[in-house]
């Protein structure tokens, strides 16, 4: 059969043009509030995304099967053209099982960008699907769960995505089967998969009326919306909205330090910032350093740019002393680091900076579609040609779901191969796999550009020589020059304490005692802390093992576990600075961010999406 | 606390004093100060109820009355009177109980008649409260028969004379005898139009006289599928009512429409407005996120929608988890709701056994027919226990409901022998028929049935429990539905039973009794009696026991049985019992020395159903039959009466199954 790109098709078809126009108008009505110039719609299956086995028809709606179909090893899936974008708010499309072939080990689903396609979708990370052959709903697993009925030739198989509360439903012949998926990942792209010859299916992307009333299933959430906007308090402040959102973005800005984007926002809407440029890049710098687990040279910044603020805040202090104890055991603060490193060349294997953005908890940051995919960056669509460019510095293996199907996985010459960070799991023959988290250059949120140089570790293994060591370049305002020195070695295989050095371990033993010290007189001064108390020993209790990460207590060593401290000295210096102690969201609830406030955040183009709904049909 | 107790009566004094002053001021001569001292009482009264059970008490209603029914009082006093009426019965169930006491229904309703609006609209919104209270009786709207069509006639004049008329009718068609006297007065085309009112109220309590006049009602049903309003058809502006962003109450009282028109045969089961539209909406009215009340409803209407149809069965089954998501009905009031308020747990604990029964409900209708459903559901989460705790719940409701479900579960072979078992249902089930209410009764005994089926491992632990006594009781009832449910467990419990049990069950039953069901009236008691029998009569020895001690009464019974007008369902089933005897040894002698049943038997060879020449050739067989003692002289004897004959003309029967009897039955002459 020969697979006809959309182009190909000669314009004069009328049948053809009629539906193109009734797809145009349908998406119109359902989607309106997604602008297809930024992100399309899907609208046919990738030829370009597809396993071999996969045969594309009829304007690459028709699938079919074309490989041998003996086991599970030839299984093939096709991704839609384009990701489901967030603006959709809810997302549906249908297929419909024009033949279920042989066995009718069909699939139907949604799927990240890169993941395998010669498997059916389901059975990898990023990988959702609903089988056939036993009504299974497979999670990014592969072993099924019993969710509906079986389906065959003649059903309509329709697939949902609530973008508002991550989940996603099917339908059968238009009955809801009810919840199959919690917890989405954004840019998922609609997939099916097929393994056995004579299977075909149909997709409708909006082309026709769906069987299942998905109008009507929208028009319940745009009520519940509609109800949950009319239900909040405003007030005697309406009115003054614009000047509170205004100032709450920038707030928001200037309080994680995005500075320029806040001088941007600034110019913009022609308001002003509060703190000047300056403020905010030491800040960032500060920020950095705790981040990177150098939280040493971090105490030593703060105490140089902000004197007395530690001082007055000898709880925080303590609790970045603990941290600091805790990054020497790691091996990342400078007081170790310098002494353990012994060639500075040894750093380039380490393309990147893996730990300047942390993890923010399991299923987003792993996931790497493109450069500028980042959780909190809006709608974080990627033009497909991105990920090209990247995925040649930091390609790594991505472990296959099953064991039995990895060997076919890593053969295939088309597959984009995937990392997922600091999992142990990581197979030996890639050492250098650990992490691939890009730098986010192009994305405006993200920390600015940096340059990395090799010689700023030399450098500071000079200073710790001469005992004192000062940070020039952490302190130029304009200078992005953190080195390379900011790389995470709990990445690297051999992990040692104190990255195995004998001089370095014994700077830790001493760093303890000055620590009890500190805690001692702490103790004296404010009266005893049961809380310093358990962090101490928490911290000393890494000494214990003899793998510190793999230990009970191991956690501590996390690097996520760096940012409440990170956000604490942040608060800490701006309250200090006088400048806005909380960031933009303090306007909206009294005790810093509300997980409630930051979920509205993070939906509010979804939410935003339905709510514009109603307006457009009014 | 001792100066409060002192204190009450002087209080309470003082406000009968004032009401006192209140009730007073209607009699004054001056029309204009009735007036005001009827104003003055309406603000006195709103929202306080010891006010109204004083003014009550006192005797302002006959007052009232009086001054409403007057034709010397001005418009605005009489509206005044219907306004403060009106408020009185917003009160209390006492409140009502006394107005009605009073004459207000008749007195009311003659203010109707008035041409004047306000008033109009006073009375009927009086009427509306008394009317929706349950201590009203309804059949005080029909008691006039001018009533009804005059009401019809008001429903044009404003939105709220239509929202009151329509929540009256609403609230008072409780029998098929008011849906006929609504219906022939036009209430369908009076009220449809009143579907697309712009007043929210109006619209539902439109709706919800629909579904009132439409249940179990196949003459309303069969007209509202015609009926259009506006141009639509109403099934359409019901699937519309039960849009997602509509009110909930007002989408499961649309659904209730539509599930009433179905069960009425008056649109098909497999209809997308049901498939697709009704079914899904009451599916989401038992989801977690809706009110106690609303998960009840949406559960019990959806039972009765998919009852008889496997189909819509097998869909709801796998829309939006519903086996799963009835789980949930068990789990009130959680632990949480009895930590978190008093109040929380009050309303749970309120709602409790309905959400129990409803659950039992839905599921004993999703069961009833598909055996992968019934799986399903018994593999729910506790299910068995919870089905077990149910039957013995202090609800009857609960009970009939959890009794049900069983039913519906026993209806499979699998589940009979695994999970009942497992679970020893039989126990609480035993308990359960001990002075059980009949409705309770049918279904248990029903279920018992099930539960002696041969293969079923209960089985064995009923018969021990000494039910026999029960059942036999059982084929003693009025109702034919207990009959028969006796005699069907008897019948279940004789199949291939040890001679012990049968020799048990005919004299605990005593011949007399299983005689005297062999003339019972209802068909179905006659053929499992007839079962019984034959069940009694297999296996030669005990053949030969039966016949010996009660051979004369058997075919005396048969003899009737043949002769009188039944069905062939019913001679089969006889001629089956003759077969049996025919097998046996000595029993065959009695069939041998029959001339009569011998004829009777050549009669049935040469019938018309082939059923039966089918059963008749059998017996034939049986005597035949040649390793047996005598078997030479019987063959004999049916030839000379001419059976050798018949059997050859039989071997060219178009049915191979009688022409394969005939043959083999031939061969024995042959040997």
Redesign the interface.
Known sequence: MTELGVGSLPLGDPAFNYQEHELNERLKRLYPAVNEEETPLPRSWSPKDKYSYIGLSQNNLRVHYKGHGKNHKDAASVRATHPIPAACGIYYFEVKIVSKGRDGYMGIGLSAQGVNMNRLPGWDKHSYGYHGDDGHSFCSSGTGQPY??TFTTGDVIGCCVNLINNTCFYT?N??????AFTDLPPNLYPTVGLQTPGEIVDANFGQQPFVF?IE??M??W??KIHGMIARFPIGERLGEWQAVLQNMVSSYLVHHGYCATATAFARATETMIQEDQTSIKNRQRIQKLVLAGRVGEAIEATQQLYPGLLERNPNLLFMLKCRQFVEMVNGTDSEVRCLTIRSPKSQDSYPGSPCLSPHHGASNTHLHTGGSDSPTCSNGVTPPNKSKSHSSSGSIKYPSASSSASSSSSSSPSSINYSESNSSDSTKSQPHSANSTQETSDSEMEIEAEHYTNGVVEGSSARIMNGTYKHEEILQPDDNSIGNGVTDEVCSHSRQLCGGNQAATERMIQFGRELQALNEQLCQEYGKNTTHKKMLQDAFSLLAYSDPWNCPVGQQLDPTQRESLCSALNSAILASADASARSGHGVCSAHGPSPVWFLLLRQSRQLFALAQVQVIVK | SVKKLLKAPAVEAEVTATSRHYVDRLFDPDPQKVLQGVIDMKNAVIGNNKQKANLIVLGAVPRLLYLLQQSSSSMELRTECAVVLGSLAMGTENNIKSLVDCHIIPALLQGLLSPDLVFIEACLRCLRTVFISPVTPVQLLYTDPTVIPHLMSLLSNSLRTQEYITQIFSHCCKTPEHQTILFNHGAIQNIAPLLISPSYKVRMQALKCFSVLAYENTQVSMTLVNVLVDGELLTQVFVKMMQRDQPIEMQLTAAKCLTYMCRASAIRTDDSCIVLKTLPCLVRMCSKEHLLEERVEGAETLAYLMEPDVELQRIASTTDHLVAMLADYFKYPSSVSAITDIKRLDHDLKHAHELRQAAFKLYASLGSNDEEIRKKITETENMMDRIVSGLSESSIKVRLAAVRCLHSLSRSVQQLRTSFHDHAVWKPLMKLLQNAPDEVLVMASSTLCNLLLEFSPSKEPILESGVMELLCSLTQSDSPALRVNGIWALMNMAFQADQKVKVEIVRCLGTEQLFRLLSDPDTNVLMKTLGLLRNLLSQRAHIDQVMSSHGKQIMQAVTLILEAEHSIEVKEQTLCILVNIADGNTAKDLIMTNDDMLQKIKYYMGHSNVKLQLAATFCVSNLIWNEEDGSQERQDKLREMGFVDILHKLTQSSEPNLSDRAKTALQQYLA
């Open positions: 509906g009925p059968k238009g009955i809801s089967l009810g919840v009333d009507d299933y028009s319940e745009r009520a």
